[in-house]
């Protein structure tokens, strides 16, 4: 590594004490993840004379004799480094920056420590980020024993404290999850990516997420709460990023195949391969799932394919470029009411309601390191993806099918941006700072359709008379223009306060027409009517945020942030189809901010925890009521409901108590972990009838999630008991659903999880037991597709796997 000291070289040959016979030694160890200095660093300067940094980082050999030398670094968790100089009477100084031993970690290395927790936090600076001050967690799916075959986010993001997930798919095709009162719906909340990329439909018109990583092939999901918008997005809920496996580096090819089965028909087959050949590098995978369902009329069949070209130009610059391919067809059951769900969970009355996805991204990354203080990082993506939905779903759920023209809705997205980002560290004082500044540019095209389907039974999704029976035709260009800035400055050893800005330029535009088919009572038809549509919408804002961390032992750290949020309506809100929802013409963006303060462990082998409590104002909130008509139908009226105040306690720890108690048993560990979310909400101010003073929806009091994993060697085992108390649907809080059931009570359930896994050389065996007391549950109740209705969770399930490593 070049240190910048060399720049200072001629000066300090120059103004340095001359000596002949003897040279001063001093200098200072930074941590390059997050330039902090770093205590108890043993050096050594040839092997011969040693010394260790003292709480600031630095160290001093006052008395060296002439000649070569090289000075190295030990200190466990971080790289060796090593420096070689001549000592010839004149005073030296460097300062050295290490890097985090994990990031270079094999997977053998990573899999043989005995007190892994599979959760660890974001560092002050880390993958050209700013994190300092902010809530934050890292999950690391191959440490976990979990289900990660059916990709079962009840057990993923168990350690995550207060996310409300959505469980109506057994495979895990979607993943749907929402906190502190954010709608769960595919994610919706949350600025979903891939290698620091965006995989949603539309990152600001239609933010909904259709793809998701599968975990096996996942080596890291990066969750950054509220503060997150100033460098990822203006949302509420923050950043969800998924980096992908890296290529292994000491082997020109490795295979990795899994194999698993389940009930309800579950197959899964997972193979990738992985390796580097001189400069370049690759990691790819392809995975095939299907199942039948729990439930009759629910099979899927997916399909996901993805590849990773890593080339190193130079030790200071690498290319990149990622492809990911997925495809899914399911078949859906349909929702029930609260009658139909009380008498059998398992039924259906729809067989003729399909889903399909088709999802392609590529996205090509630029790295380049000018120095040890100086990087640059340019993202350049695209997506061209469609979702289809097909199927017979009238307002009253318990309608039998009437066997005619489906409802067909087809959506096409084309969306492509860039984000440039150049991160810095410099100086002020004698003290260090860390710099981010970024830009992004993203341009997006959506195409909606909604027609009259087939009557048959298949999948075919090509609209009837399109010329005649097109009643939704759509298009939505938006385009979005951002600037961001933050920056670290550690005002000494313990305090760092973090201040940063966003700018955001807006235009969004739906332009295209609605349309009625009116029938007679033999259901032949009479008028078809047409609306010509234009609307358009563009702004601009500046959002700020501010975060402060503070250390005050070593092992110890206590933060605090707030930042300004903001939610664009998206082209659902401005336009949609649907028999039971009315869009209210005048909705009016999202604004609002949130709050966290905390303390938590410095990251340890032996405990983990962080407790904090939060504080989220979200003005003019979008939400939905529910209401009658003139013909006194039960409708939802989807508005800007109020005023919503969400605040509580997220805690969140675990300790391996085995290894604590008796450190000299390494074979064994015995991790126990508890995540207790408890939360106040309501609607502090609404215009709508019946509404203030309510318990905002999608907010359980007591979110718990609780377990244990016990293990020897190679052999693990993990209990977990997950328990929601109750939540309502919308804001109304009606308790009973009604002939949708699209609103209504959502009630409380508890869920017990068991994995085992075991490791035997190139082999792994992995098993689990879902839903272990087979409790009849559910978690969501649909508004349109796949429901509408109550959509109930799985039952009682059991999936092996069976992993060889070539």
């Not at 002439?66 to 005073?91: M, V």
């Not at 358009?536 to 949020?565: C, D, M, W």
Request: net charge positive; with cysteine.
């Amino acid at each position: 590594m070049k240190l910048k000291v060399f720049k200072f070289l001629p000066l300090l040959l120059l103004f340095g004490s001359f000596s002949l016979a003897q040279t001063s030694l001093s200098g200072r160890i930074f941590s390059k993840s997050d330039t902090t200095a770093i205590a108890g660093c043993t050096i050594f300067l040839n092997e011969s004379l040693t010394t260790v940094t003292d709480q600031q980082g630095r160290f001093v050999f006052t008395s060296v004799p002439n000649g070569n030398y090289t000075l190295q670094t030990t200190l466990s968790g971080y790289r060796i480094e090593k420096k070689h100089f001549n000592a010839r009477g004149k005073d030296l100084r460097f300062d050295i920056y290490l890097s985090s031993s994990e990031q270079n970690l094999d997977e053998l290395t990573v899999k043989e420590k005995a007190a892994d927790f599979g959760f660890s936090r974001l560092r002050g600076v880390e993958s050209m980020g700013i994190y300092e001050g902010k809530k934050s967690e890292v999950i690391t799916p191959e440490q976990l024993v979990a289900n990660l075959s059916t990709n079962n986010a009840r057990q993923v993001y168990s350690r995550v404290a207060g996310l409300n997930i959505w469980e109506n798919d057994g495979g895990g095709l979607q993943l749907s999850i929402g906190g502190r009162g954010l709608d769960p719906n595919r994610t919706a909340n949350f600025n979903v990516r891939q290698n620091g990329h965006d995989i949603s439909a539309d990152a600001l018109g239609y933010p909904e997420s259709y793809y998701t990583p599968p975990i096996e092939a996942v080596g890291k999901i990066q969750i950054v709460r509220g503060a997150a918008s100033l460098q990822y997005g203006t949302q509420f809920g923050g950043l969800i990023n998924f980096i992908m496996k890296k290529p292994v580096q000491d082997r020109k090819m490795e295979v990795v195949a899994r194999q698993s089965v389940g009930s309800f028909g579950f197959y899964n087959a997972f193979t990738s391969a992985s390796g580097t050949v001189g400069k370049l590098s690759y990691y790819t995978f392809f995975q095939y799932k299907r199942a039948d369902g729990w439930r009759a009329n629910s099979r899927f069949n997916n399909y996901t394919f993805y590849s990773d070209l890593d080339y190193k130009l130079s030790d200071k610059t690498s290319i990149g470029l990622d492809i990911t391919h997925m495809h899914y067809l399911a078949k859906q059951p349909g929702g029930l009411t609260d009658a139909m769900f009380a008498d059998d969970p398992r039924q259906t009355n729809r067989e003729r309601n399909w889903f399909e996805v088709n999802w392609n991204m590529a996205a090509l990354h630029f790295d380049h390191r000018f120095n040890a203080g100086n990087e640059f990082n340019l993202r350049v993506f695209g997506l061209a993806a469609n979702r289809y939905s097909l199927g017979f779903r009238p307002n009253r759920v318990a309608t039998i099918d009437d066997n005619g023209e489906r409802d067909l809705i087809k959506g096409d997205f084309t969306n492509w941006g860039a984000e440039a980002r150049y991160l810095k560290r410099y100086s002020i004082a004698k003290k260090m700072s860390v710099m981010l500044l970024g830009g992004r540019y993203y341009y997006g095209y959506n195409h909606n359709l909604q027609g009259l389907g087939s009557k048959a039974k298949d999948a075919d999704f090509t609209f009837v008379e399109p010329d005649r029976f097109i009643t939704y035709d759509y298009r939505f260009p938006n385009r979005n223009i951002s600037l961001f800035a933050e920056n670290i400055f550690y005002l000494n050893d313990k305090l760092s306060i973090t201040p940063g800005l966003r700018f955001e330029y807006i235009k969004t535009t739906a332009d295209g027409y609605y349309g009625n088919i009116s029938r007679d009572l033999a259901e032949n038809v009479i008028n078809i009517s047409r609306t010509d549509e234009y609307r358009t919408n563009a702004r601009h804002f500046l959002l700020a945020g501010i975060g402060i961390g503070y250390k005050p032992a070593e092992k110890v750290e206590l933060y605090g942030n707030i930042s300004q949020n903001y939610r664009s309506i998206t082209f659902s809100d401005m336009r949609i189809a649907n028999p039971s929802s009315v869009i209210d013409p005048n909705l009016k963006d999202e604004k609002g901010y949130s709050i966290d303060i905390g303390v938590r462990s410095h990251q340890t082998s032996l405990f983990n925890y962080d407790v904090s409590l939060f504080y989220l104002n979200y003005d003019n909130r979008i939400g939905e009521v529910q209401f009658y008509d003139e013909s006194n139908r039960v409708l939802r009226l989807r508005s800007n409901v109020g005023q919503a105040i969400i605040m509580g306690i997220e805690s969140y720890a675990e300790a391996d108590f085995i290894r604590l108690a008796r450190p000299e048993h390494n074979d064994w560990s015995g991790v126990l972990f508890g995540n207790v979310a408890l939360i106040k909400s309501e609607y502090n101010h609404s215009e709508i009838p019946g509404v203030q003073g309510n318990q905002v929806e999608f907010v359980p009091k007591l979110n718990l999630k609780t377990g244990l994993r016990l293990g020897y060697k190679k052999l693990k085992g993990s209990f977990q008991l997950t328990h929601l108390t109750n939540q309502f649907s919308e804001a109304t809080n009606a308790v009973d659903g009604g002939v949708s059931s699209v609103v209504g009570l959502i009630p409380a359930y508890k869920i017990m999880d068991v994995s085992l896994s075991y490791e035997w050389k190139r082999f792994r065996l992995e098993g689990s037991a879902n839903n272990l007391t087979n409790e009849m549950y559910f978690t969501r109740r649909a508004t349109g597709y796949p429901g509408p209705g109550i959509l109930p969770s799985d039952g009682r399930g059991f999936y092996l796997t069976l992993q060889v490593k070539i």
